[in-house]
């Protein structure tokens, strides 16, 4: 409403603008306490917003007053208006809306001269830029069928559903549910490993497609229900992906704000609904195809839900229902006007245009503007990270190129586009303020002085990545002797001392040896009793000889048997876990028992893509922050070069899928293989206390080398559009 007529500004107070058309509907509403017009078209379909006053102006359209005429009526109703008491701005206020209505549709056009004057208006439109064809293209609606009939029907047997008891019951569902959410977490983790491959993500496409069906019938229905009327449903094409669109623009004309609300909100509704059974059902279902398919449906209907639909910072159900409970109708379009004003107000000082006055909200403007600044950056955030995602699973076939363009594309359009936009209109503006240059010249110039003097400023490139804890030094604890295990003492995560016994063995050949040693040393020594009171000393000797060497055997005999009690060998931490699984069990001669880890030293595996490996060198300082030991700092030092042979498996633990942030897909070995070359330094890290083990996950940052803070942002940039570099 808001495009200038091709009407001439100083219009004949003879002039008779075309009639009202009395087919429109109308609803009167407030929104920032103001009052509002919705008018509706019955033959278009179409729904605008008028002021009162401008409702007022536009009542007086009869195809029969002139200029003149409806110039004075309206001055005589609305003697406060802010035109009211200049006569000729009034005219032409009027001619101009004259022209508006007619172009939207609101006058019965008639004569030749409005038909002419729709002709002059439709040459004049320009054609769509190759830009704004595929900008189009990326949101297409194709209106397929006209739904009401069918809606009317289906409300009839499910009016039920708008009852309170089962709106309480549908609460107690969700509530079950996000109990048994919690309760489960541990298992959602592990099975978010196959959730990002190809054919999972397939199926996930699919499931989204049926859910959407359903909620825009919850739309549909919810708007049927309320009074209102749902004429069109079809095909919305969104990113190149079908999606089904129920058309409930009807609602705008119920004077309810809480109908309005809820028909906004039925598909948010609906959607955790399908959560929470499929929540239940996935938690007493056992592995495999229909468990998976529950899992997705689950995170389909609540992650979606909440990251897109109820989230107000994107255009779906969340931020038609934050416009109606601010009652601030094209919040977006007035954000973004706001921000456009204040940058035009500080950057160039220009006023802002009286016409653009009565479109921005009258208070809270700097909320306005926040608004739009956290939807752009929210909405950039999503569109980068489904860019980077397709980077990720399109790299190992040599496409992740589309990823990197769909992201460059998203900052064109997000960012370049609109502020080169801006800049444009700004500057010819300039050219008709004497002395306007001044103002944005000494702006820019000082920004750029400013901007050159942080860039200059030294910067330590810092990497932030999950790690993984393993002992520094590790000692394993083997049988001397083979035997059957008859006591386990250690304990997984105990700390021990040298000597301390951890098992003991029975072998019984080695235990009748030392009972044979035993009885030969107990005859050796009664044959040496007889031959004390004997006159033969060579007797005596023999017999002195024969015991020294049955004490010999013996102490042997003990020595050996002595070796099935397995000892540390010095302090340390049991890391072994599960021991018992060895009772009654055997070892052979060189078997492990298990591990020792050193105690006052541990040992950190830090994995570093390509680039950042390239500012890591020995020496350099990490701290780390445990996830059992949040409270906790630790620090140690770079004890290897980063430049260490690229990593062919991973961790479970530093998975993205498992809470870390490496991409990885499972390998021909069950393991885990990175997507993109990883390497990994080792830092040694000093644990007096012992509080850190082998196995322990966490969050380390390396401090690496020193450069500029523009050279720290440049690298970043290329970083995210995946181009190589060299220095």
Not at 187 to 208: E, M, Q
Not at 418 to 424: D, E
Not at 623 to 631: D, H, I, M, N, T
Not at 696 to 716: I, K, N, Y
Request: proline share 6%; charged share 20%.
């Amino acid at each position: 409403m808001s495009k200038p007529s091709p009407e001439p500004e100083r219009a004949p107070d003879s002039l008779v603008p075309p009639a009202l058309r009395r087919d429109l509907e109308t609803s009167r509403q407030l929104f920032e306490g103001r009052a509002f017009v919705i008018i509706k078209d019955p033959l278009s379909l179409k729904y605008f917003r008028l002021t009162a006053e401008d409702h007022a102006l536009a009542a007086l359209f009869d195809g029969r007053r002139t200029l003149a005429e409806i110039r004075a009526a309206f001055a005589a109703a609305h003697p406060h208006a802010a035109l009211a008491g200049d006569a000729e701005a009034l005219t032409a206020r009027a001619a101009r809306f004259a022209g508006e209505l007619l172009l939207a549709g609101f006058l019965e056009a008639t004569g030749a001269g409005a038909r002419a004057q729709l002709e002059r208006a439709r040459s004049q439109r320009r054609p769509l830029t190759p830009w704004g064809v595929f900008m189009r293209m990326l949101f297409l609606k194709i209106p397929l069928f006209d739904p009401d009939a069918l809606l009317i029907r289906m409300e009839r047997r499910l009016r039920w559903v708008w009852t309170r008891t089962a709106f309480m019951l549908s609460l107690a569902l969700m509530a079950a549910a996000l109990v048994v959410f919690v309760v489960n977490f541990p298992r959602i983790a592990p099975s978010l490993s196959g959730f990002l491959t190809l054919p999972n993500l397939a199926l996930v496409w699919a499931l989204t497609l049926l859910v959407k069906v359903v909620h825009e019938f919850g739309h549909g229905l919810t708007c049927k229900h309320y009074g209102g009327e749902v004429h069109e449903m079809g095909a919305l094409l969104m990113v190149f992906s079908p999606f089904l669109y129920a058309d409930v623009s009807d609602s705008y004309l119920f004077p309810n704000k809480r109908h309005r609300l809820l028909v906004a909100a039925a598909g948010i509704y609906i959607e955790l609904l399908i959560a929470a059974a499929a929540t239940l059902l996935w938690a007493v279902s056992q592995p495999g195809p229909a468990q998976q398919l529950l899992f997705n449906l689950m995170l389909i209907t609540s992650v979606w839900t909440i990251l897109f639909n109820a989230n107000p910072l994107m255009k779906f159900d969340g931020y038609y229902m934050l416009t109606d409970l601010l009652g601030v109708p094209n919040l977006r379009d007035k954000a973004r006007m706001c921000v456009a004003d204040l940058c035009r107000r500080l950057w160039f000082g220009a006023p802002t245009p009286p016409l653009l006055e009565r479109l921005l909200p009258r208070r809270n403007r700097a909320g306005f503007v926040l608004y739009s600044v956290a939807a752009q950056l929210y909405l950039l955030n999503i569109t980068l990270g489904i860019a980077l995602l397709f980077h990720h699973l399109l790299q190992p076939s040599g496409l992740g190129w589309l990823g990197d363009a769909i992201g460059a594309g998203a900052l064109v359009s997000m960012v370049a586009v609109p502020v080169i936009s801006f800049m444009k209109n700004e500057i010819a503006a300039l050219k008709s303020r004497p002395g306007g240059w001044r103002r944005p010249a000494l702006l820019t110039a000082g920004l750029a002085a400013l901007a050159a003097g942080l860039l200059a400023l030294p910067w330590r490139i810092t990497v932030e990545r999950p790690v993984l804890l393993r002992a520094a030094e590790q000692m394993p604890v083997r049988a001397e002797a083979a035997g059957r295990v008859v006591e386990i003492l250690a304990r997984a995560g105990a700390k021990v001392r040298r000597g301390d016994l951890l098992a003991r063995l029975e072998n019984a050949r080695l235990a009748a040896a030392v009972t044979a040693a035993e009885l030969r040393l107990r005859r050796a020594r009664l044959e040496l009793e007889q031959t004390l009171g004997a006159e033969a000393p060579a007797a005596f000797q023999q017999a002195r000889t024969a015991v020294a060497q049955a004490e010999t055997a013996l102490a042997e005999a003990r020595r050996q048997a002595a070796r099935l009690e397995l000892r540390a060998p010095q302090d340390g931490v049991v890391l072994t876990p599960d021991l018992d699984r060895l009772a009654a069990g055997s070892l052979r001669a060189g078997d492990t028992l298990c591990t020792l880890a050193a105690e006052g030293q541990a040992e950190v595996f830090f994995p570093l893509s390509q680039r950042q490996a390239r500012h890591v060198r020995a020496g350099q300082k990490m701290e780390l922050r445990a996830a059992s030991r949040p409270g906790v700092t630790f620090t140690g030092t770079v004890a290897e070069d980063a430049k260490t042979p690229p990593a062919e498996s991973l961790p479970p633990n530093l998975a993205a899928t498992l809470g870390g942030d490496i991409a990885a897909q499972p390998d021909d070995k069950g393991g885990l293989k990175p997507l993109e070359v990883t390497y990994g330094v080792l830092v040694r890290l000093p644990d007096p206390d012992g509080l850190l083990r082998s196995g322990m996950t966490g969050t380390g940052r390396l401090h690496g080398d020193r450069v500029t803070l523009g050279a720290a942002l440049w690298m970043r940039l290329l970083d995210f559009i995946s181009l190589d570099y060299r220095w």
